[in-house]
Nanobody, 119 residues
Framework: QVQLVESGGGLVQTGGSLRLSCTVS????????MAWFRQVPGKDREFVAG????????DLLDSLQDRFTISRDNAKNTVYLQMNSLKPEDTAVYYC????????????WGQGTQVTVSS
């Protein structure tokens, strides 16, 4: 069983920054895909960013590309989401998730971390 633990959420003012971390309990396959999602009550969960344990690039929601960055530290089995110039509409619960190579869906999820951006 794989466990994902998020951290780094909190309350920040508009324009501030936060860095979320997601640590995986054990290293999974190189082609496995780690992703960040966010969810606001009453709305569907939204893909934010993702990347594999190998390779130089990741994926990022188009509307966030100028403010958010995804990165990883393979030695620490950790994926990061750097969020800059935060806006009140970024307020959500942020989840990390793991999709194993060849799988059609995300099999493992973290517990979520709350990000609140005050105006």
């Amino acid at each position: 069983q794989v466990q994902l633990v998020e951290s780094g959420g909190g309350l920040v003012q508009t324009g501030g920054s936060l860095r979320l971390s997601c640590t995986v309990s054990r290293r999974t396959g190189s082609d496995d895909y780690m992703a960040w999602f966010r969810q606001v009550p009453g709305k569907d969960r939204e893909f934010v960013a993702g990347l594999k344990w190998t390779g130089s690039t990741g994926d990022l929601l188009d509307s966030l590309q100028d403010r958010f960055t995804i990165s990883r530290d393979n030695a620490k089995n950790t994926v990061y989401l750097q969020m800059n110039s935060l806006k009140p509409e970024d307020t959500a619960v942020y989840y990390c998730a793991l999709r194993t190579s060849g799988a059609g869906q995300y099999s493992f999820w973290g517990q979520g971390t709350q990000v609140t951006v005050s105006s």
